[in-house]
């Protein structure tokens, strides 16, 4: 069979490629979710964590939040996909939702902890003169800290979402079809394992790739900014 006739087989019968991007839409559909819960959870995470190291308050909440990061980061993430699948939402029907909320909570442990770092690099001077321009705990976080927190973790930020997005392709073991699993379906009805693999291989490449590069472009403003 000739190199033509195998993507014909692979992807022109039966329409086969729509598989690969109804898989595609997916994953892409899972990461920006499961980014946007990963962020909201990993700042506040890390907000009442370093509150507590700056101030000594917050002592529960740091305590459930320690619980949570040490959890998470300690088992893996097709685990707590599976126990999330089977257990937690075990009567729901929304495969999607369930992908979510893993892959976001999981995600979130992770940003915590970067955002956290980010936190407590930032000079001590600099909350403390926030402070004595009058601007509240809060204040001086959201206009002082964070953003300077922000630029120093962004490279780290970045990577963490890239790694989510490759993370998603575990998302086979409970049923649903992402990219990877649309490749594996066309791989079991042709019994042809390189083509569709090495072209999911292909699209997981360029979207890191084009992430790499929009992230780098971000970085170089940002240090624009700063002169």
């Known amino acids: 069979m000739t190199f033509k006739e195998k993507l014909i087989q692979n992807f022109i019968e039966e329409e086969r490629y729509k598989m690969i991007f109804k898989g595609l839409g997916t994953t892409l559909l899972i990461t920006l979710f499961a980014v946007l819960?990963?962020?909201?959870?990993?700042?506040?995470?890390?907000t009442i964590r370093s509150t507590y190291s700056k101030t000594g308050k917050l002592f529960i909440l740091d305590r459930i939040c320690w619980i949570y990061i040490t959890?998470?980061?300690?088992?893996?993430m097709i685990v707590?996909?599976?126990?999330?699948?089977?257990?937690?939402?075990?009567?729901?029907?929304?495969?999607?939702?369930?992908?979510?909320?893993?892959?976001?909570?999981?995600?979130?442990?992770?940003?915590?902890?970067?955002?956290?770092?980010?936190?407590?690099?930032?000079?001590?001077?600099?909350?403390?003169?926030?402070?004595?321009?009058?601007?509240?705990?809060?204040?001086?976080?959201?206009y002082i800290i964070m953003p300077q927190a922000f630029?120093?973790?962004?490279?780290?930020?970045?990577?963490?979402f890239i790694v989510l997005l490759k993370e998603t392709s575990v998302c086979?073991?409970?049923?649903?079809?992402?990219?990877?699993?649309?490749?594996d379906i066309?791989?079991?009805?042709t019994y042809e394992a390189f083509l569709p693999l090495v072209a999911v291989a292909i699209i997981y490449l360029v979207m890191v790739a084009g992430l790499s590069y929009l992230v780098s472009l971000w970085e170089r403003r940002l240090r624009a900014s700063e002169r």
């Not at 819960?37 to 890390?46: E, K």
């Not at 959890?71 to 893996?76: C, D, H, L």
């Not at 066309?186 to 009805?189: E, N, T, W, Y």
């Open 186 to 189: 066309i791989r079991s009805r």
């Open 37 to 46: 819960l990963g962020i909201l959870l990993g700042f506040l995470v890390a």
């Open 151 to 160: 630029k120093n973790i962004l490279p780290a930020l970045a990577n963490e």
């Open 80 to 142: 707590q996909l599976l126990i999330m699948y089977y257990v937690i939402f075990a009567s729901y029907n929304s495969k999607v939702v369930v992908a979510i909320l893993a892959f976001g909570i999981n995600s979130g442990a992770y940003v915590a902890e970067i955002v956290r770092s980010g936190i407590m690099s930032i000079d001590a001077g600099q909350f403390e003169a926030g402070r004595s321009l009058g601007f509240s705990y809060a204040s001086t976080m959201i």
């Open 172 to 183: 086979g073991y409970i049923g649903l079809m992402d990219l990877t699993r649309a490749g």
């Open 71 to 76: 959890v998470i980061r300690g088992t893996p």
